[in-house]
């Protein structure tokens, strides 16, 4: 009988391989086989020192709708699998450890925490709400570092001493640059002398802009203009053994107002954690709850808006990756996937009018879950 859910691919490139597959072309094969346990599936030309620029929240369907104002960037037709779930947290963590969330433990925007029995943020809650040893994976910074590589990570200051920053972009140095013209200086900066650099360049505008007033706003439009006029500044800019790759974190589609739901609150009774974004909830029940009859009531209740499955569903299918045994309990036992353009809502706390976000993501449509794979520089000479 064929499943219910649908299944990840576990044989294609995704986010995990983006850093192995520039320390391989860097000639630190080694450090990128000691991560993956494997060689890294995406293949690139060698280089002395590599610029990985993550836009935060660029989906290749937007950027080939979005083509006429970004041409550097929709030149290339390459794509490349975000991962699961389609969520900041998520994402970035797997392209700094090469691992995917089940063995990384970051399962999400927010996460159960079985010790303490709450929800806790996985995207700001590091300095006050994540367990000391949450993160599973050592960063690939890390290890570049103790290869003799400098690892570098530039961004707005404003993230400098965030506890995300410490953790998930941990064992590099972290370069303030607050515009993003003044990112680029700085990762050219960085790669300009005689020694080996892997420099991360994060782009957090898009996603925030598409949050508030949607990816196809003119203020969207107008700042992609302006990151594809920069990052083809950058491409030129870089000296001939430099390589640039670009791509982003996850994909984004807006949502209707029309189109987010209340969770229904009776069959949220026994649930004591709803933990994702609201296109991927993740629900944790009490203790001695029958997980299938909850399972069988939501899809119930869902109907064709959702994708529902158990956790143990959503591990066989491949949804998360491979899953350690730590990372399990971390996991929802109900997974909630929104199909076509539903987001689902924890409302029961909700004083007054409930502000909606207009961009989002989290989910498994193609929108969400392919971002670009765009090689520049040396990667592309």
Not at 6 to 18: G, I, K, R, Y
Not at 134 to 151: D, I, K, Q, Y
Not at 266 to 274: K, M, N, S, T
Not at 287 to 314: C, I
């Amino acid at each position: 009988m064929p499943s219910i859910v649908p299944t990840v691919p576990v044989d294609t490139a995704n986010l995990a391989d983006v850093l192995p597959g520039c320390l391989t072309a860097m000639g630190h094969v080694d450090l990128a086989v000691a991560a993956l346990g494997r060689e890294a599936r995406i293949t690139l030309r060698p280089v002395r020192s590599a610029i990985v620029v993550l836009v935060d929240g660029l989906g290749a369907s937007a950027l080939a709708a979005s083509a006429g104002h970004a041409r550097f960037l929709a030149a290339s037709r390459r794509r490349l699998r975000s991962g699961f779930p389609t969520t900041t947290a998520a994402a970035i963590t797997t392209l700094t450890t090469g691992a995917d969330p089940g063995q990384h433990g970051v399962v999400g925007y927010s996460g159960y925490e079985p010790a303490s029995g709450t929800v806790i943020n996985l995207l700001g809650g590091w300095d006050d709400q994540v367990p000391a040893g949450w993160l599973l994976r050592p960063t690939l910074f890390t290890a570049a570092e103790r290869s003799g590589v400098a690892a570098r990570t530039v961004g707005p200051a404003r993230y400098h001493s965030s506890g995300m920053t410490q953790e998930v972009l941990g064992g590099g140095t972290y370069v303030d640059a607050d515009s993003i013209a003044a990112r680029v200086d700085a990762a050219v900066a960085e790669v300009s002398g005689a020694s080996q650099s892997l420099v991360y360049l994060y782009v957090p505008e898009l996603d925030s802009i598409a949050h508030k007033h949607g990816w196809r706003s003119d203020r969207w439009t107008g700042t992609l203009e302006v990151l594809d006029a920069e990052l083809a500044r950058l491409a030129a800019a870089v000296p001939a053994d430099v390589g640039v790759l670009v791509t982003a974190d996850h994909g984004i589609l807006d949502v209707p107002d029309t189109s987010n739901v209340s969770l229904d609150a009776a069959l949220l009774e026994p649930v004591v954690g709803v933990a994702g974004d609201p296109r991927c909830r993740q629900l944790t029940l009490a203790p001695g709850t029958d997980t299938a009859e909850q399972v069988t009531a939501w899809r119930t209740w869902l109907g064709r808006r959702a994708w529902v499955a158990s956790r143990a569903e959503a591990v066989d299918a491949g949804w998360f990756g491979a899953v350690d045994d730590a990372v399990l309990p971390r996991i929802g036992d109900v997974v909630i996937v929104a199909r076509g353009s539903w987001a689902f809502n924890d409302d029961r706390d909700l004083r007054g009018e409930p502000k909606r976000m207009i961009g989002q993501h989290g989910g498994l449509s193609d929108e969400e879950t392919f971002v670009p794979l765009v090689l520049a520089g040396a990667f592309a000479a």
